[in-house]
């Protein structure tokens, strides 16, 4: 009776502790889980906010930013007094102490007289101020630090310029392949609607295996549209993850419709007649270079090059330095010494023959200056080229958006009629599938139309310096 009772209490003992320790695993298991990732739902507001936050590009623009501008500070600097501690110990071998010591040679009772002057073992410390009184290449230094810090300022802003319409289109992409992802899926599900049906009426006789054939083809086809529509929608969002500094691999949405700011633009353009578009675009050089903050960043980059130019002159000028010297006569201890001798110096130096090294460094600068304005002179023509293409585009697209709604609206007319028709037996499979393919074919370019239009605008405005005015930046 015993021996049951204690095994009975062995059997509760072992069943507690494994649901114990069932529990602990369950609970540690489930506390180290990976959590789901929630979804992250996006608009282009957000998005912008974003890119200028996070971006890698912004971010590495505004640091040169800073280093232009402490590289400013550091060009007034260079004209302030430096002073440097020096200490110094010698040691001399015998022979040498003996060759320089001129006491040795002197009778020994006019060794207390003459102080000694050279030792085996000797210390020195001085202290040393150094201050510039005139350097050409220090005082254009101070032009070139101040042309520095302006074309960083230029740069920086036409760096936020293009991340703000890379977001933007960016993100119109994806809402576009989301719509064309959508339309494709519709259409999808009515290419296997009309396979299965076909696959009963093939079933019941009704139908050839020819003609069977023909519909799972199309359905084929339109699963295929489908998963390239797909790819393409992941690519833009990999596009958009990128410049707002997100993670590739984050699920996130956008929202759905087209912001109003952007459809009131492109309602806008859809209003001016195309004289006045075009007239949008007629700017003097001037007036372009201060609307398009490339150009002017561009034009920055110019004049810092001329400086640069001009600097390597400052290499024919004399150098002026004022040296002042504060220090402890040499002796053979740590302990300064009583006597502390200064000096005085205003040092002036003139290059007189450099091998020819001046000269070339001035050839070197000038062709690099050169240089720089035909670059800047090309950028100018080339925004001027992608200025009249965006506008000729805009104006394509705007009568291409017309027309393109009116085919929609006709090719819906016309796929009611063909349905019916194909109901009651009298049109083929191939008008009726050529009538749908019309349709869907009318939709997607619709859709293209209108997202390029606007894109088109977008890109318009980038290049004239208006996107903060149809964008608000919070």
Do not use: C
């Not at 204690?6 to 180290?32: D, R």
């Not at 006491?103 to 060794?111: H, K, Q």
């Not at 992802?181 to 019941?204: G, H, I, M, S, V």
């Amino acid at each position: 009776m015993f021996f049951f009772k204690k095994n009975k209490f062995h059997k509760s003992y072992w069943k507690l502790f494994t649901i114990i320790l069932v529990t602990i695993i369950v609970l540690f298991s489930s506390g180290y889980a990976q959590i789901p990732s929630q979804k992250v739902y996006l608009t282009l507001q957000g998005s912008i906010s974003r890119a200028l936050q996070g971006n890698n590009q912004l971010k590495s623009s505004y640091y040169g930013l800073q280093k232009a501008n402490w590289d400013k500070y550091r060009a007034w600097t260079q004209f302030l007094p430096t002073a440097n501690l020096s200490s110094r110990y010698m040691y001399i071998d015998d022979r040498t102490f003996t060759e320089r010591d001129f006491r040795s040679y002197l009778p020994p009772e006019l060794n207390d007289v003459i102080p000694q002057t050279v030792f085996q073992e000797s210390y020195y410390t001085a202290i040393d101020v150094s201050m510039p009184l005139f350097n050409g290449v220090l005082l254009n230094g101070l032009r070139i630090a101040n042309a520095s810090k302006k074309t960083a300022q230029k740069m920086n802003e036409s760096m936020r310029n293009n991340i703000l319409f890379q977001v933007i289109s960016s993100y119109l992409a994806v809402l576009k392949s989301e719509d064309l992802l959508q339309l494709q899926k519709d259409f999808t599900n009515l290419a296997k609607l009309n396979y299965e049906k076909a696959e009963r009426q093939r079933l019941a006789g009704r139908l050839s295996e020819n003609e069977l054939l023909f519909w799972e083809i199309d359905y084929q086809s339109q699963q295929s549209s489908l998963i390239n529509t797909e790819s393409v929608l992941r690519t833009t969002k990999s596009v958009l993850t990128n410049l707002i500094d997100m993670d590739m691999f984050t699920d996130f949405e956008v929202e759905s419709t087209i912001p109003i700011n952007l459809l009131n633009e492109a309602e806008l353009f859809t209003n001016l007649s195309n004289n006045e578009i075009l007239q949008m675009i007629k700017f003097s050089d001037d007036e372009l270079i201060k609307a398009n903050a490339a150009l002017t960043a561009s034009q920055s980059q110019t004049t810092l090059s001329k400086l640069l130019y001009k600097n390597t002159y400052s290499s024919y000028l004399p150098n002026v330095n004022l040296l002042y010297t504060h220090a402890w006569r040499e002796n053979n201890t740590l302990q300064l010494d009583d006597y502390s001798p200064k000096t005085f110096i205003i040092n002036f130096s003139i290059p007189l023959f450099t091998s020819f090294q001046n000269f070339s460094n001035v050839k070197s600068s000038y062709f690099e200056y050169r240089q720089s304005e035909e670059e800047h002179q090309n950028q100018l023509d080339n925004i001027r080229f992608v200025l009249s293409e965006t506008a000729n585009k805009i104006i394509d697209l705007k009568t291409q958006s017309e027309l393109s709604k009116l085919n929609v609206k006709y090719s819906q007319n016309n796929y009611r009629i063909i349905e019916q028709q194909k109901e009651r037996g009298l049109i083929s499979n191939i008008d009726f599938i050529n009538t749908k393919l019309a349709l869907q074919n009318n939709e997607l370019t619709d859709i293209i139309n209108q997202y390029d239009f606007i894109s088109a605008i977008i890109e318009l405005n980038y290049l004239l310096g208006r996107l903060d005015k149809i964008v608000l930046i919070d």
